[in-house]
């Protein structure tokens, strides 16, 4: 994190950077480029270095309320245009036992993972409950990158909200709010 920089502004700042690292091998193309963190009190976790780091954080985090912040760029090199989206969600972690994290963080698994887990792990379920965008804390807020896409003119020809709520099994708490003409109310 830059001085003086919010997490949500590193969030964002480091998609830019690293849509525009790919633009250098595809300067004709449209390029997407994403990045997840974790902030807790301000603190910015990222992908733990080791397995002590995993279990570090994963501690740190057992039976509190952090952010899971995404930034989503789509950018254009032959023009210079960028459009970045930011996605937060709140997540409150239940109180997981030490034994858990030691299995998990054992596994390998969180050593990828901004805050050291993922929600949709099928052994380690550390989550107690979201408030914002379930696709978010997997890693890619589908809604924002149909957004932004928008704003290049290009609609997916399908419909998103549907089709994340189908892929993760969790009702979108936000697609009404970022995609409000492509919401089905059925999925209300």
Known sequence: IEEGESPQEMVCRLSLAKARAVAIS???????????????????????????????????????????????????PASGRAITELAESAVWMRAYADEEVARYAASGDPLDKAGAYAIQHHDFSPVERIG?????????????????????????????????????????????????????????
Do not use: W
């Open 26 to 76: 595809y300067p004709e193309g449209l390029i997407v480029a994403a990045d997840t963190i974790v902030a807790l009190d301000g603190v910015v976790l990222g992908k733990p270095a080791d397995e002590a780091e995993a279990v570090a954080m994963l501690r740190r985090l057992r039976g509190r309320k952090h952010t899971v912040l995404s930034g989503v760029t789509v950018y254009h």
């Open 132 to 188: 914002g965008c379930y696709a978010n804390v997997m890693g890619l807020p589908l809604c924002h990158l149909a957004r932004a896409l928008a704003q290049f003119g290009l609609m997916l020809p399908v419909d998103v909200p549907q089709v994340c709520q189908g892929f993760t099994g969790h009702r979108c708490l936000v697609a009404g709010e970022i995609l409000p003409d492509q919401l089905d109310p059925k999925l209300l």
